[in-house]
């Protein structure tokens, strides 16, 4: 089945730094990876879409300049979370969108000092 | 907008109980409906997932349905582990953009 590998797992860095996640597509092409975050007590939600070889789409409320994602390559989608502050700390989680639903990375948590 | 709501947000049970937990979604024009569990600080597991051509699933002692016309789905564990103590997310993946939309979900403490 579909798998997709995320890293890394969890990281904790000082407030001002990049934090970069990437999400590999171990065994089919993805063209479509969509991106969630999830803040403490509260449940999963859509921040981004990213598209093989064009611009990522935003949620709205969620800043691109300070999100960004580079979806280059048909097995690579990466989020860099640029001059990280603790509000920014939440889990962050990748799915493609082929080819079988429901597939998640393992998400990565981001805590920000 | 798809909206995912489910009931009850936390639920405490004894061991060896059977117990029902609801999902409640807005648009009924899905693909597909998934069942997560979500252990404190880790990932989703996927449980069950529903194709919206189906009417439920089942797995081990789970067992989940989908009602797409009135926008419902319920998740079934039969003989309530200890182990099963987590938090289980209702998720819908819409017709429209297909990414998935995610339920507050509910928090399981079995207790021994």
């Known amino acids: 089945g579909a798998v997709v590998s995320q890293h890394p797992s969890w990281v904790i860095c000082k407030s001002g730094t990049s934090v970069k996640i990437e999400c590999r597509s171990l065994?089919?092409?993805?063209?479509?990876m969509f991106w969630y975050r999830q803040f403490p007590k509260q449940s999963l939600m859509l921040m981004a879409t990213s598209n093989e070889g064009s611009k990522a789409t935003y949620e709205q409320g969620v800043e691109k300049d300070k999100f960004l994602i580079n979806h280059a390559s048909l097995t690579l989608s990466t989020l860099t979370v640029t001059s990280a502050h603790p509000e920014d700390s939440s889990f962050y989680i990748c799915?493609?969108?082929?080819?079988?639903?429901?597939?998640f990375g393992s998400g990565t948590q981001l805590s920000v000092l | 907008k798809q909206e995912v709501t489910q009931i009850p947000a936390a639920l405490s049970v004894p061991e060896g109980e059977n117990l029902v937990l609801n999902c409640s979604f807005t648009d009924s024009a899905i693909y597909n409906l998934q069942w997560f569990r979500q252990d404190p600080g880790k990932g989703l597991t996927s449980l069950l997932l529903?194709?919206?051509?189906?009417r439920e699933q089942t797995s081990g002692r789970l067992n989940a349905s989908l009602d797409k016309s009135s926008g419902r789905s319920t998740l079934y564990i039969a003989a309530s582990q200890p182990g099963d103590s987590a938090t289980y997310l209702c998720a819908v993946q819409s017709n429209y953009g297909q990414n998935f939309v995610f339920g507050p979900g509910t928090r399981l403490s079995v207790l021994p």
């Open positions: 799915s493609p969108l082929n080819p079988a639903p429901g597939v």
């Open positions: 065994d089919f092409q993805a063209t479509t």
């Open positions: 529903i194709q919206s051509s189906q």
